[in-house]
Antibody
C-alpha cells in the first residue's frame, strides 16, 4: 500500500533553516510528481511546491519562492523540502503528497502523509 | 495567488444533498479543468474526493460529484451521512503554474 512518511519537523528560530524529508513506499516513486502542502494551526491548506517525477521541473508558491527548495532522490524514494530564512508565518504542519494517477497533469494529490509540524519561534 | 472563495460553512440533514461552491477566476478555475476537492477530518490528512473537475478516485463513494460552470466549481454530496461531517477544500491549477486552494468549508450534518 502507498505510504508517505514525513520527518524533520521541529522548533526553529526565525531566520534559521530546516530540511524536511518524505519517504515513499508502495509505488514506483520515480513515476510520480510530488507536492508539499502546509496547514497553519487552525487554518486552511496552502500549496507550497511541486516537483516533477524526474526532477526536471519545480514550481513554488510566491510565499516561499527564493527561500524554499524542493528536491528528490529517486534512488532513495525520498522527496525533500529545504526551508531557509524561516519566518513565524511558516509555522504549519507540512504534508507531502503524491500527484494523482489517472490525470494528464499533476495538479491534484491522491495520497498524503501524516504531516510533520514546523514551529518557527524565538 | 489569491485563495479560491468557498463558503465558510454549510449544513444539511442526513439523507439530504448539499453543494459547496468554489469561485475563482479565468486564470484558475475557469481556465482549466484541473479542479480538485479534498475532505479533511479533524487531526487527519486531507483525502482526495474529486480531481479534474468531476473524476472520482477509486474507493470514493459515488455520493460525491463535481462540476464546473465558468469560474465556479461545485462539489455535491448526496445522501448525506454523519461521517461526511468534515472540512472540504477545493484546489485549482493556475496560469502561474501553481496550485491554489480555497479557504475551506465546514460541513455540519445536523
Amino acid at each position: 500500500q502507498v505510504q508517505l512518511v514525513e520527518s524533520g519537523g521541529g522548533v526553529v528560530q526565525p531566520g534559521r533553516s530546516l530540511r524536511l524529508s518524505c519517504a515513499a513506499s508502495g509505488f514506483i516513486f520515480s513515476n510520480y510528481g510530488m507536492h508539499w502542502v502546509r496547514q497553519a494551526p487552525g487554518k486552511g491548506l496552502e500549496w507550497v511546491a511541486v516537483i516533477w517525477y524526474d526532477g526536471s521541473n519545480k514550481y513554488y508558491a510566491d510565499s516561499v519562492k527564493g527561500r524554499f527548495t524542493i528536491s528528490r532522490d529517486n534512488s532513495k524514494n525520498t522527496v525533500f523540502l529545504q526551508m531557509d530564512s524561516l519566518r513565524a508565518e511558516d509555522t504549519a504542519v507540512y504534508y507531502c503528497a503524491r500527484r494523482v494517477s489517472g490525470s494528464s497533469a499533476p495538479w491534484a494529490a491522491d495520497y498524503w502523509g501524516q504531516g510533520t509540524l514546523v514551529t518557527v519561534s524565538s | 495567488q489569491s485563495a479560491l472563495t468557498q463558503p465558510a460553512s454549510v449544513s444539511g440533514s442526513p439523507g439530504q444533498s448539499i453543494t459547496i461552491s468554489c469561485t475563482g477566476t479565468s486564470s484558475d478555475v475557469g481556465g482549466y479543468n484541473y479542479v480538485s476537492w479534498y475532505q479533511q477530518h479533524p487531526g487527519k490528512a486531507p483525502k482526495l474526493m474529486i480531481y479534474d473537475v468531476s473524476n472520482r478516485p477509486s474507493g470514493v463513494s459515488n455520493r460525491f460529484s463535481g462540476s464546473k460552470s465558468g469560474n465556479t466549481a461545485s462539489l455535491t454530496i448526496s445522501g448525506l451521512q454523519s461521517e461526511d461531517e468534515a472540512d472540504y477544500y477545493c484546489g485549482s491549477y493556475t496560469r502561474s503554474t501553481t496550485l491554489v486552494f480555497g479557504g475551506g468549508t465546514k460541513l455540519t450534518v445536523l
